[in-house]
């Protein structure tokens, strides 16, 4: 004969049976409220450069609230060109453009070699002086 305790115990094993059942079901078919997540149409480089700009722009930005609206065309998932589109949202003013800085690049060498005066010229320099004395030299 079963004892209540094997009675208690095999009432006990079905309904966790059937909660993890019930629990583990899925509707797999997506319910029409739901949005597709867009889908993502940029490479890794260029996804990560919209997010970096982005990011830098909300964080340090000087005119993050003008342009707050403009920086929503900075999305990873779709922005092809994140260098033209952070030199559209620049701010301006009047149609003026006040922020002449603020930029993206993806030419590090060009711009370290800005950054610490070196720069490719045509070789020679605008100098101001008297040149009364120059026919010595030549």
């Not at 004969?1 to 797999?28: H, Q």
């Not at 342009?67 to 994140?82: A, F, S």
């Not at 320099?125 to 026919?135: C, D, N, R, Y």
């Amino acid at each position: 004969m079963n004892t209540f305790k094997e009675k208690t115990l095999r009432g006990s094993l079905l309904l966790a049976a059937l909660t993890c059942l019930l629990v583990a079901c899925k509707d797999n078919d997506p319910s029409p409220q739901e949005e597709e997540e867009p889908k993502r149409v940029t490479s890794d480089e260029i996804y990560y450069a919209n997010r970096f700009a982005s990011n830098v722009l909300s964080d340090v930005y000087l005119w993050e609230k003008e342009i707050k609206e403009e920086m929503k065309r900075l999305d990873p998932d779709t922005n092809l060109d994140p260098i033209s589109t952070v030199k559209e949202i620049r701010y301006k003013e009047n149609g003026a453009e006040v922020d002449k800085w603020t930029m993206l690049t993806d030419d590090v060498a060009a711009l370290t070699n800005s950054n610490q005066g070196v720069s490719t010229t045509y070789g020679y320099k605008l100098a101001l002086g008297k040149f009364s004395k120059a026919a010595k030299y030549l």
